[in-house]
């Protein structure tokens, strides 16, 4: 019997210290997506994978890839204590999960300040087409997807760059307007950006390099950066992953996306209003007296939440999002009303501890998505 084991990697940036003192550790952990989820919530089948303070994730990845791809062609033989009989497993990367950083890291997207932002879809443009009423609109479409080969290419066309004059200004153009940038790559990219610098630099008395000669000689550092592997071997080991699109196998971060993002935020401009109107007393009481029996995480002290209005983290937002309809009637605009309307949909589309009916709740979702 042949089995495919489903694989769920985790890559993060922790401290190695157990005090406070922040000691910045690259960490990749490893789930069989087979468990049931109880079981994927225990720390017992969370396997550690490797660890370094000192080796890039994307390098530590890289070694991982090709352990996971040598495995997968040759298989790993076990025993089935159920059927007792010899079986072989095959496993494949399902996805791979991070925060948003993380995320960006881990698909060489170049963070939110770029013309194209999205780290799944090519959604955005340049700022005047974003400013625009068209443009604005389609920011909260999906766009076409990113295919992992394009990013490559893009990838490639900014070392090409490199051997160009001017090429500072030329790269930093490229990457503000794709999106792209290898950070695995990045020290030899401006490794070489300095270099041509240099060889352009005219001084006085002396003749100018030849462009061919600089050409030259970047490419020879370039070889030499690389030491002896091709540009395409020492990109981001995910962009090329063989059944991996990393684009699409990597799931939305929900934490920061939606509770310590869109919540966060809008709770911060609701109490704004209730402040102006001296109604954030009101909203506490209220608050207090909420029953909180049918929550499946009551995070919702009154007192501490108003006192502390600023410093929130997820588990309070998670909770607010869910009574906040039934605590500010009457209290705020319509509009506002409106707002929690849709986050409490929101909210609880994302965080469904437990599904009943798979059948129901596929057909609900699809209907709700429509």
């Given at each position: ?336 009303m409106d707002g929690w309307t849709t986050i409490g949909e929101l909210v609880v589309l994302l965080w469904h501890t437990e ?16």
């Amino acid at each position: 019997m042949v089995y495919n084991v489903p694989l769920i990697i985790f890559m993060d940036d922790i401290s190695g210290n157990i005090s406070k003192q922040w000691n910045k550790h690259h960490v990749i952990y490893m789930l069989n997506a087979n468990l049931p989820c109880e079981m994927l919530e225990q720390e017992f089948y969370v396997q550690f994978v490797t660890s370094s303070p000192h080796a890039a994730l994307m390098e530590l990845m890289h070694a991982m890839k090709e352990s996971i791809l040598n495995v997968a062609e040759l298989g790993i033989i076990a025993w089935d204590c159920k059927d007792n009989e010899e079986v072989i497993l095959i496993p494949h990367v399902l996805f791979v999960a991070g925060d948003n950083p993380m995320r960006g890291e881990e698909c060489s997207q170049a963070g939110l300040n770029c013309n194209y932002f999205c780290q799944t879809c090519e959604v955005g443009g340049n700022k005047e087409y974003k400013e625009s009423d068209a443009g604005y609109s389609t920011l909260f479409k999906s766009g076409s997807h990113h295919v992992p080969e394009r990013m490559i290419n893009m990838i490639k066309e900014q070392f090409c760059i490199t051997m160009l004059s001017g090429a500072t200004e030329k790269v930093r153009m490229l990457v503000s307007t794709t999106g792209t940038q290898d950070l695995i790559l990045l020290c030899i990219l401006h490794t070489l950006i300095d270099l041509g610098k240099k060889l352009h630099k005219w001084e006085a008395g002396a003749p100018a390099v030849p462009e061919s000669q600089v050409r030259e000689a970047l490419e020879k550092e370039f070889a030499s950066l690389l030491q002896g592997a091709d540009l395409e071997d020492a990109i981001n080991p995910l962009l090329g992953m063989k059944g991996v699109n990393i684009h699409l196998d990597m799931p939305t971060e929900v934490l920061h996306t939606i509770l310590l993002g869109v919540v966060k935020y809008f709770w911060a401009q609701m109490v704004f209003l209730l402040e102006k109107a001296k109604l954030l007393t009101t909203f506490q009481s209220c608050l207090d007296s909420i029953d909180r029996d049918g929550l499946n995480a009551p995070s919702l002290n009154a007192e501490y939440i108003c006192c502390y209005k600023g410093g929130l983290v997820g588990k309070h937002f998670k909770s607010l999002a869910q009574v906040m309809l039934f605590v500010i009637h009457d209290l705020v605009p319509q509009h506002v009303m409106d707002g929690w309307t849709t986050i409490g949909e929101l909210v609880v589309l994302l965080w469904h501890t437990e599904i009943n009916d798979t059948e129901e709740y596929l057909v609900s979702h699809l209907t709700l998505s429509d």
